[in-house]
């Protein structure tokens, strides 16, 4: 201290030059000194980039909302760039009136805002085979969380009238994937949404710009992008993603289907792989998010010594159904290593699982729905690593 701190005693750049004005930057952008902060794809993962995922830089986001740009992309056939004026949605099948909406038609409906998480099935998915990507932005990454403005699924079923036999509602995508699944009309009723906002601006094109299904709670896959049109019908459609894909093969020969639920879950963003502790011993945040799709998380506990003690995790932030969860555990580190791990409860009673507890239940086959406990390895060096304790 004392040679002084350059950072107070330096004339900085900054200090002198007259900076860009009011008109630079119409659409903002983040500092550069964040532009590490980005969407990650890995490229082994699939054959191409259309028809792939990238994945939310969760380790270095706090709160509980994701911002626009860096919520993770999943799509099957690229992203469609549509033109909203040339955009409907049609409601067909069993129902009284059969019906087109304009994008102008559907502003004219009463309209909601809710926070949800989305998960893709597949998040954590390879790790049901044991510690695999080094990183939550990898092993949690296909999840985010934002704020739509939308109309009620169920404003615009009743618009058309429900024929008494109707039972189940198919979501169909603009984009060349033509994504379908089947939702039965109990959901549909209840808390769905036709969305055209995020966070307050229209959809990005990347998640379905400029309109789209959300199904609160229920895997990403359900959440059709580019929406065009909803069949209402009296039995499930047996499509591609709910029989081929988005099942879970038991050991028995046997596959769970229809597993629309996420179940509760919950993971440590920092420190983590990707965000080492960048200080000596002494106060420590451990920071991570939670997340349920029966409903509000009531608690989280975290372990510093790989699941042999709990302590109960502060939550901040707001507590809603459905939504990410922030958490924190405020530690005096002593600088020894530690195996930190989160278990979350949510309001139906469910305790997120080990991973060893989920094998025994499901086998070793599956990809989809792992709500696993995740261990990070801290070392005393502040690195950290993904490993598994059974
Ligand atoms: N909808 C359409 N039309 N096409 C798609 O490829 N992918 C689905 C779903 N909806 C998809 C789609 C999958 S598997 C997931 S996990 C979510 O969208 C991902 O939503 P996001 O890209 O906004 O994160
Ligand atoms: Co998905």
Redesign the pocket.
Known sequence: AAEGDPAILEVKPWNQYLGPGVEAAPYGVPSPYESHVVRRDVAWLTASTESSVNFTPIHELDGIITPNGL???????GVAEIDPAEHRLMINGLVETPLVFTMADLMRFPRENRIYF?E?AANSGMEWRGAQLNGCQYTHG?L?CVMYTGVKLSTLLEEAGLRSSAAWVLPE?A?A?L?TRSVPLEKAMDDCLVAFRMNGEALRP???YPLRLVVPGWE??M????LRRLEVGDKPWQQREETSKYTDLLTNGKARRFTWVMDVKSVITSPSPQKPVGHGPGPMVISGIAWSGNGRVTRVDVSIDGGRNWRSARIDGPSLSKALHRFYLDIDWDGSELFLQSRAMDEAGVVQPTKDVLRAARGDNSIYHNNGIQTWHIKSDGSAENVEIS
């Open positions: 919520c993770f992309e999943r799509h099957h056939a989305l893709c296909m985010h995508g984009d994937s994504m990347e998640q379905g990403g896959n959440w059709v992008k580019w």
